[in-house]
């Protein structure tokens, strides 16, 4: 069998359509949206990603603005910055740029940022609504993940799921997205992969996630027949990119496959602008 292949752009292009119609409200409420991204000092991957990010905004009529603060900052320094910008009114959406410097303490200084300014869902308020099943804003990856399976039309209860990879972004929230939707899901990581164990996972999972960041680490042959294959893998392998799955003898395999890159990536991205609304509409009630 051949692959049906989960495009990202497409369904991109629906969620930035509803963000369009939540930003038309704002204007005509003389609200506006302002995302404030804060990098500490200077990495040339996070800058990409910043521009990338900027541009994203600027083109739905999101006002994004990028704070630059020294490598030498101090921890506190830095979580005083960010209850200010949690004071100011003007501000709808905070999001911190990873990664920090050496020694900085990522989950205590995302767990500093609002709740309802929280665009990337980090801030354990947020990952704690996701267990209650009731998700507000939660990790970009891990919702986009779920809308992509959503694009299927494939019904989640009972199904088999396989997530590799249990970061606090994609795999723990992901894992979590889906048990409420009474998916049966198994976590898969190092411990599993040292035991000889991952292959026999894989080969069960009706619905596959992979989210390691290690060029073929899931083999095409272990992709079970009809599976639903999200990758959100990103892998520099010579001149191309690639994910964490072997694409082409997977493709043959699965019922449905994102590409690498073009996949989970332009749903993160849109996933980002409807949190940056959300959080807006948290704040002011609308």
């Known amino acids: 069998m051949s692959s049906q292949i989960l495009y990202g752009k497409e369904i991109a292009a629906g969620i930035k359509q509803e963000v369009k119609q939540y930003l038309t409200r704002f204007d005509q409420k003389h609200i506006n949206v302002k995302l404030v991204a804060v990098q500490v000092g200077e990495n040339s991957s996070s800058q990409v990603y910043l521009n990338s990010q900027k541009k994203s905004c600027q083109a739905m009529g999101i006002t994004h603005e990028i704070q630059n603060l020294p490598a030498t900052i101090s921890e506190s320094d830095l979580i005083r910055f960010i209850e200010q910008l949690n004071k100011d009114n003007s501000i709808t959406g905070i999001i911190l740029q990873l990664p920090l410097p050496t020694g900085m303490d990522v989950r205590k200084i995302q767990s500093k ?10 801030n354990p308020v ?4 996701i267990l209650y099943g009731r998700p507000l804003l939660a990790p970009c990856t891990a919702l986009a993940v779920k809308e992509l399976i959503d694009s299927t039309g494939v019904d989640l209860y009972g199904k088999e799921v396989v997530m590799v990879g249990h970061s606090d972004i994609v795999g723990k929230p992901v894992a979590l997205l ?15 992969s040292d035991r000889g164990m991952l292959d026999h996972h894989v080969k ?5 996630i992979v989210a390691v960041g290690k060029a073929g680490l899931i083999k095409g042959e272990w992709i079970r027949e009809g599976a639903i294959v999200i990758d959100v893998g990103i ?3 010579g001149d191309k990119i690639v994910g964490d799955v072997e ?9 449905w496959i994102t590409p690498v890159p073009g996949g989970v990536g332009p749903v993160t991205t849109a996933m980002l602008l409807k949190n940056t609304v959300t ?6 009630g609308c």
């Open 113 to 122: 940022i609002a709740p309802e300014k929280d665009v990337e869902g980090v």
């Open 126 to 129: 947020n990952l704690g609504w």
């Open 178 to 192: 889906l048990v409420d939707k009474f998916a049966t899901v198994s976590i898969c990581h190092i411990g599993t």
């Open 204 to 208: 069960e999972a009706e619905i596959l």
């Open 235 to 237: 892998n520099a392998v």
């Open 247 to 255: 694409f082409e003898t997977a493709k043959e395999r699965a019922g």
């Open 279 to 284: 959080a807006a509409r948290l704040i002011f």
